[in-house]
């Protein structure tokens, strides 16, 4: 028979929290691999995550009446072989710890992670917009509840960056004149801007054109539109013409279009000789079709305008501004608001209705 040594009065001073772990983190931690914390964030709607290098966990409480033993592997090994206690050695039969009945644990659940950005000071191309915050991006880092490795990765999507040791985005006109300052150097170069580009030469020649493009600025804008691998940068040609098509459709500061007007408008803001294949369907989840009957004529909706935490809230906002919708310009709406595993139809089987109209899906209210 087994010994349990239960340690039957806790010390004041400390407290125990157990957490589950999934195979991915177990292997993890025993590699002894990297960094392993816990983020508890500012704001009240979101939950304390666990954070590896890359990876972020929702810690979620689950509540149970089970009894927890606490014991080494060597001891429960053994103990699945139905060893006796004659066979284990005093030091070995020693290391099965304690037991107890706790009222919950944690399990740690994949999530994406989030970074705030609403208080940071914007830089425009002149000057940094006033702000209370005043923080560097590693306080951000420490700050938010993300993995260092996602946290890196939205940031520069957010157009984070770094003026004067002070962290800050930069402003949507100005992630448009360097990215249309990089083009028309590449261009005037005569570089393949398909092909893999050196990033040094790139800050180089774009200071050159623009003092007030600091490395940090270039460095975000290649972030965000490419793929970095240490020096060598590769443009991404469907992220770009895709944000100089979102700043036309804000541009045209809600008014109703026609697709056709829409798309001149689109062309004729990217850089000369700048041959890319432009679509609407890069846009969506920015506008919508008012009219039923016109079908051909867009409006430009910003997505952050509409309700965030009621999701019934989020599709009247939609059906305020239509009625109808096409399934594929519907769901880019909702996707981000989809809990793990589960598909779009989902929330509008619960929230609307969808119907076939010939070829086409469209969603509408019920």
């Known amino acids: 028979m ?61 509540n149970h009446t089970n009894t927890v033993l606490l014991s080494n ?36 659940r994949v999530t994406s992670g989030h970074i705030n950005v609403e208080n940071l000071p914007v ?16 306080q951000i880092l420490d700050l938010s509840p993300i993995s260092k490795t996602e946290f890196f990765v939205e940031w520069y999507d957010l157009c984070g960056t770094e003026y004067k040791n002070q962290a800050a985005t930069l402003s949507g006109s100005f992630v448009t004149e360097i990215l249309s300052t990089l083009l028309t150097i590449l261009i005037a170069e005569g570089v393949d801007y398909r092909q893999e580009l050196e990033a040094a030469q790139i800050i180089e020649w774009m200071q050159a054109q623009n003092a007030n493009m600091t490395s940090a600025f270039i460095e975000t804008v290649l972030h965000k539109f490419g793929i970095c691998n240490k020096d060598i940068v590769t443009l991404d040609h469907k992220k770009i013409p895709a944000w100089f098509g979102l700043q036309a459709l804000i541009d045209t500061h809600s008014r109703i279009l026609t697709e056709n007007d829409f798309l001149l408008s689109w062309k004729s803001s990217l850089p000369a000789f700048y041959n890319v294949p432009i679509d609407l369907k890069q846009l969506r989840g920015n506008f919508c079709r008012p009219s039923a009957q016109e079908k051909n004529k867009i409006q430009h ?14 599709f009247k906002d939609l059906f305020s501004v239509s009625k109808e919708w096409d399934y594929d310009e519907f769901v880019p709406f909702i996707d981000k608001y989809l809990p793990v ?7 509008i089987l619960k929230y609307a209705r969808k119907r076939r109209m010939g070829k086409k899906i469209v969603v509408c209210q019920r």
């Open 123 to 138: 830089f425009d191309g002149q000057k940094l917009s006033s702000s209370s915050t005043n923080v560097t991006v590693d």
């Open 2 to 62: 087994y010994n349990i040594y239960a340690q039957t009065k806790f010390s004041s001073d400390c407290s125990y929290k157990f957490i589950q772990l999934a195979p991915d983190l177990l292997e993890y931690v025993e590699s002894g691999g990297g960094e392993l914390s816990i983020k508890v964030p500012d704001e009240k709607k979101h939950y304390a995550v666990l954070c590896t290098e890359n990876k972020t966990y929702q810690l979620i409480q689950m």
């Open 301 to 314: 909706i910003n997505p952050n305008s509409l309700s965030v935490g009621d999701l019934s809230a989020r």
């Open 73 to 108: 592997d060597t001891s429960v090994n053994k103990m699945g072989q139905n060893v006796s206690s004659n066979q284990l050695s005093g030091e070995e039969e020693a290391k099965i710890v304690s037991f107890a009945s706790l009222s919950y644990e944690y399990e740690p």
């Open 341 to 347: 595993g589960k598909k779009p139809e989902s929330l």
